[in-house]
């Protein structure tokens, strides 16, 4: 499209080149002057979707990250003002929004430029507004004026639909757009991108898919063996056939090999897992190959903070003099607005060290603040090595020249679970810059578990499917209803993609549940007993077993509840003993750590000098002190020659050894006392087949079946409930909010629904009936932030008892939140929904405390569950839910007057240190 003629070329062809030009210009004139004030040539895949957009046709463009799909969408606001229209340009996340927002005002100025987000509102009537998509949504069913003079709507990350907590939002936005309005839909590289395309043309008219695999910087991947490197392919032809390398087998099993006749002991950590090359070892190893700047991900943020300290303490640098003293200058400006003692309490200083040396980490945990300023300096060249976990491949563009994966398995928030090939895809596409790079890296370091044909399978596939996560909300259903009346907000969803891909799936189901059938039947001839029915022995077996589990559940809640009550019983200078967890050994108890909050969690000192918090979940039986020690008075715990000092009298100590297997008889003796229990195995003794010489190869194809039988009754519900299935559970949820009011009976919305209708929260229901029932009536502003935070946050990690919450109306204000969950629950059961979650009281304390003013220190501590202290980024992330919360309730026109100022001054109140730079971040 743009360039200059080669001079090489004869002058025929130069004329010919010329003519080809200027019918170029004649057929796609806006591209043209588009591609002309571009700094560089167009790819083919961007030129053939902008054509299509300037034929008027909508787009789904899939292609890698950092192909530069967002050129298509540039070119949709280039059109939009070309025609005097408007384009909404809509992202995923506020930082990526910020980002877009700014490289659209440096091209087309600020005055044609508008920003839209939750936290930001500038210029929202401009001809082009970059927003978050929940915004845009939020638009849609008010009705807004904004809309007006719309041609234009970019989609940026649309694959985010698949996003089982806001997918639905996309494709909320999707259905409801005016048929006027010409989508571009910017996706990551997905396998069924014809069938999403297939699912735009039935609800958007024409769209026109463009697909590329091409990578602009080339990828090469390789394995870090030991201390050896090695290409993962032999050349490109061998990565299209995943032929590993010969070279890199032949040492993997010679590894293999060595560690075998190691005992297993070969480069192990002390609990006997391989842990490979240390981590400064492998920088070093990229700094000495010119492979830095480089991202490694590993998936653990306490592993990201390790990883950091690990290259400090082994003197890793790698930055010059002007480029520290360039570190220390943003970093201080960047941070200026934070509070000194705030500083302290973020580790500020140990974190400013890491930087100057050219050395970061970066996940969820960190302040929004910090986490920016390394994104900055890192794009900028002078953080050299960055500790991620996979968040920040779904975040910002901070592309690097090389990709590490330290491992090829994560924790999910449930279980530890293999990277998929899309996951793999999204982390390693990081490596290479475009415009920089002549080619990108990714290394897989090597581990025992890992096979390097794994690795192969995993590099070569390069898509994933886009599945949708779109299901009806309470708001969702009142917005509709409002909108477009029951029956066509009826048929709406059945135009969902969800519904799209459901109807589609069934076929496969079936046949499925076809298959089972059978092979269960083949189970049941060969677990058939002379002696009588087996599948009757069997389930007996199955409610003994699943009794002996009850039994054991309820004596780990009493146990902890004996724990929890010799906790509170300890004094300053006890000696315990930690019998579990990562602490277990002899600790002094320095501060009890009572005090009113319900759960006790003292903070000790152990025999290796760790000071901090521990909790009831480090405790399987009562506690006794077993000695006491004096503390100092003046005792600081955060200083190391105090701890030092301590702990070496709990070193002189003469303990009695650690009691074992208490829990195992006493667990025994609840089975043996149980009457259920005694029925079942008598029952089991007397039946025929207990008897039967081949009874145990008789059971375990009772099991088979058993468990088969058990998957194929989940295939038989879902092929019931699949056809028409968002229909019907738009009809149960219709039913339940007419019940309680929110809907009329001739299918109209009432003064209630309205007011639900602009409540934008996982809990919106329960949040409306709390401001009908007047739960909130009562509450001073810090009460009213505590009460609402248990309708927003969910902890990492589930806690086995219930938090405490402070005395007096706030107490009264959740028990009936809880009350009200209840209630909501089982009506939703007796409908088979399932639509709000579980309220969690974690958080309750932390926002109390910071709305009364608190120091963070103090605020950080006093989260329910958690082992040590809340990291500062995780207490801003939901201190912003609770503010975005309370700003919904400040302006929900349904609620009574005083709650809503009550909401405003808690919002006050909340928004100070952390809090008060992290909005202006």
């Known amino acids: 499209m743009s360039g200059t003629e080669d001079p090489e070329l004869s002058p025929a062809d130069r004329y010919q080149a010329a003519r080809e030009r200027a019918q170029d210009t004649a057929r796609h004139p806006a591209l043209s002057g588009f591609a002309d004030a571009l700094e560089f040539e167009l790819d083919p895949f961007q030129a053939e979707a902008c054509e299509a957009l300037e034929r008027g046709s909508g787009v789904l463009v899939c292609a890698p990250t950092g192909a530069g799909k967002t050129v298509v969408g540039e070119f949709a606001v280039h059109l939009a003002l070309r025609q005097g229209r408007k384009c909404f340009y809509t992202t995923p996340i506020k930082a990526l929004s910020n980002q877009k927002y700014n490289d659209l005002v440096q091209r087309h100025g600020a005055e044609k430029v508008g920003l839209l987000t939750g936290d930001n509102a500038i210029n929202g009537e401009a001809p082009v507004v970059v927003m978050t998509t929940e915004v845009l949504r939020n638009m849609l069913y008010a009705g807004s004026s904004s809309l007006q003079g719309l041609s234009y709507v970019v989609m940026d990350e649309v694959h985010y639909l698949a996003d089982r907590f806001r997918g639905a939002v996309w494709e909320e936005v999707i259905i409801h757009l005016p048929e006027s309005v010409t989508l571009v839909s910017l996706s990551a590289t997905v396998s069924n991108a014809e069938e999403f ?124 003099p002007d480029e520290r003293a360039e570190i220390r200058t943003i970093v201080e400006e960047r941070t200026k607005h934070i509070p000194s003692e705030d500083l302290q309490v973020l580790g500020y200083w140990e974190w400013l060290d890491g930087l100057e040396r050219g050395l970061a980490a970066h996940h969820a945990g960190m302040l929004p603040a910090f986490k920016e300023v390394v994104e900055e300096l890192f794009v900028r060249g002078l953080v050299k090595a960055v500790f991620a976990t996979e968040t920040l491949a779904l975040g910002i563009n901070m592309p690097a020249r090389c990709v590490v994966l330290e491992r090829l398995v994560k924790y999910n928030g449930e279980a530890h679970v293999d990277l998929t090939p899309g996951e793999y895809t999204q982390l390693t596409g990081r490596a290479g810059r475009r415009g920089i790079d002549v080619e990108g890296h990714a290394v897989v370091v090597w581990a025992p578990e890992v096979d390097p044909r794994h690795v192969a399978g995993l590099a070569s596939t390069r898509t994933y499917p886009l599945k949708s996560s779109f299901r009806p909300s309470y708001n969702m259903a009142v917005n509709l209803v409002g909108s477009v009346g029951f029956t066509e907000a009826r048929e709406l969803l059945e135009s969902s993609f969800a519904q799209f891909q459901a109807d589609r799936s069934v076929v496969g189901l079936a046949r499925q549940v076809q298959r089972n059938t059978e092979t269960i039947a083949t189970y049941g001839g060969e677990m058939a007993c002379h002696l009588g029915d087996f599948a009757e022995y069997f389930g007996i077996r199955v409610a003994i077993a699943e009794r002996e589990k009850a039994i054991a559940r309820q004596g780990v809640q009493q146990r902890r509840a004996a724990a929890l009550e010799s906790l509170e019983r300890l004094r300053s200078g006890d000696v315990i003993r930690v019998p579990a967890g990562r602490r277990s050994g002899l600790a002094i108890v320095i501060d009890p750590g009572t005090g009113g909050f319900g759960e006790p969690r003292p903070l000790v000192l152990t025999e290796d000098r760790w000071a901090g918090r521990i909790s009831g979940a480090d405790f399987t039986a009562p506690v006794e002190p077993i000695g006491r020690v004096r503390v100092p008075r003046q005792f600081n715990y955060r200083s190391a020659q105090d701890r030092r000092d301590l702990a070496a009298q709990l070193r002189r100590m003469e303990a009695p050894p650690a009691e074992r297997g208490k829990g195992g008889r006493a667990r025994n003796s609840a089975a043996a006392d149980d009457h259920e229990l005694d029925t079942l195995r008598a029952s089991l003794r007397r039946h025929p087949c207990h008897r039967c010489p081949e009874r145990e190869e008789h059971a375990r194809w009772a099991e088979r079946s058993w468990r088969l039988e058990r998957d194929t009754e989940g295939l038989r519900g879902k092929v019931a409930s699949r056809t028409g299935s968002l229909a019907r559970t738009f009809d149960r949820v219709c039913g339940l909010l007419t019940d309680r009011g929110y809907l009329t009976d001739e299918g109209g919305v009432s003064d209630a629904g309205r007011m639900l209708a602009r409540i934008w929260s996982e809990t919106d ?157």
């Open 765 to 921: 229901l329960l949040v409306a009936e709390c401001l009908r029932r007047g739960v909130w009536d009562k509450l001073g502003p810090a009460e009213l932030a505590a009460a609402v935070s248990v309708l927003v946050y969910e902890a990492r990690r589930e806690a086995e008892d219930r938090a405490s919450v402070p005395r007096g109306e706030v107490t009264d204000a959740i028990d009936a939140t809880l009350q009200l969950w209840a209630d909501l629950r089982e009506d939703e059961d007796s409908r088979g929904l399932q639509m709000t979650r579980e309220l969690d009281l974690g958080f309750v304390w932390p926002v109390y405390r910071w709305a009364r003013g608190e120091s963070l220190t103090k605020v950080l501590g006093s989260v329910h569950g958690l082992e040590g202290d809340m990291p500062a980024g995780d207490f801003v992330r939901w201190s912003r839910q609770v503010l975005d919360l309370l700003g919904q309730l400040a302006d929900a026109s349904g609620a009574p007057e005083p709650v809503r100022r009550t909401a405003r001054l808690a919002m006050a109140a909340i928004t100070r240190g952390v809090l008060a730079y992290s909005v202006m971040a």
């Open 197 to 320: 395309a297939d699912w735009l043309v039935t609800v958007r008219g024409e769209t026109s898919v463009v697909v590329s695999e091409h990578r602009p910087v080339p990828l090469w991947q390789h394995m870090l063996v030991g201390k050896r490197m090695f290409d993962l392919f032999h050349d490109a032809e061998a990565a299209q056939k995943h032929d590993v390398h010969p070279e890199l087998l032949r040492y993997h099993r010679e590894m293999l090999r060595r560690v075998e006749l190691a005992g297993g002991d070969l480069r192990r950590g002390k609990r006997g897992r391989w842990t490979g090359p240390y981590r400064p070892e492998i920088v070093e190893r990229l700094d000495r190959e010119g492979l830095l700047p480089a991202i490694m991900f590993i998936f653990s943020r306490a592993g990201c903070d390790a990883a950091v300290q690990q290259c400090l303490a082994a003197g890793l640098r790698l930055t010059g």
